[in-house]
């Protein structure tokens, strides 16, 4: 008899396990799988060295103050999304500016993240997601996606999708792809979402606003698609 009941146990564990859907989550609110962690760490006192160096994780920001994460495409992007696609290219937001169109724009700190174009084609779907979890218990920190049109030679930051990073709000990984993905554009007569590097000639940055914030960890999963489209999403975005 106790043999059956092992048995029934057992079959009744694998019958659960079968059941989770592949990239069930872990518990903490991130999706299980392969993903690039980012660690955006405030400190009181300017890094003074190069942070340029290769398998970096952390962009080091001011505790108190702004910065502009430039945003680069991964070059000889082959299509597909790896870890590898993902890579802190300056860790250091205090050592120069950031430049637009020739001209360094009003942060006297900058940093440098690469990523790939999350929808190349601008059918509505991102294929890869982003989280964020707030581990330090004091401060907040604005973060908005910004973006320089040469066509319109103005610089315009997607103020209805800023974050505020707080442990009160993001105290598990929460889905922020859209916030960090897209920008607010006029399109069609419209304000609506595109996604990251959609125009070839436009350059895209973070801004990160911090007020006390320690610590932000942010994962990228280049294998997990947002399954709410963005596409035809009004927004809102301030001009600078």
């Keep these: 008899m106790k043999k059956v009941v092992v048995f029934l146990l057992l079959l009744g564990a694998v019958s659960l396990l079968t059941a989770l859907p592949a990239g069930a989550g872990t518990g903490n609110g991130a999706p299980s799988g392969q993903h690039f962690n980012l660690n955006v760490i405030g400190v009181a006192n300017p890094k003074t060295t190069p942070m340029t160096d290769s398998h970096r ?7 108190q103050g702004t910065c502009g994460i430039g945003l680069t495409q991964t070059p000889n992007w082959d299509g597909t999304y790896q870890n590898s696609d993902f890579a802190v290219l300056d860790g250091n937001c205090f050592d120069k500016g950031i430049t637009v ?22 059918t509505g779907t991102l294929q890869y997601t ?17 973006f320089y049109d040469p066509t319109t030679v103005a610089t315009y930051c997607n103020t209805g999708m800023m974050l505020n990073l707080s442990k009160a ?13 897209t920008v ?13 590097f959609l125009a070839s000639t436009a350059q895209y940055w973070w801004e990160y606003d911090n007020n006390g914030l320690q610590h932000a960890q942010f994962r990228f999963y280049p294998n997990t ?8 999403t009004a927004c809102t975005a301030s001009v600078k």
């Excluded at 169109?101 to 601008?122: E, H, M, R, V, W």
């Excluded at 607010?184 to 990251?196: F, G, N």
């Design 57 to 63: 994780h952390t962009i080091f920001v001011p505790l």
């Design 101 to 122: 169109n020739g001209s360094t724009i009003n942060y006297s700190l900058s940093a440098g993240f690469q990523l790939p174009p999350p929808d190349p084609t601008g």
């Design 130 to 146: 982003v989280f964020v979890k707030v581990t330090s218990p004091k401060g907040s920190a604005n973060m908005q996606t910004c």
């Design 169 to 181: 709000n993001y105290p598990k990984f929460t889905n922020v792809s859209k916030n960090l993905l």
């Design 184 to 196: 607010c554009a006029y399109v069609d007569s419209k304000w609506q979402l595109e996604p990251l």
């Design 225 to 232: 698609i947002d399954n709410s489209p963005y596409v035809n």
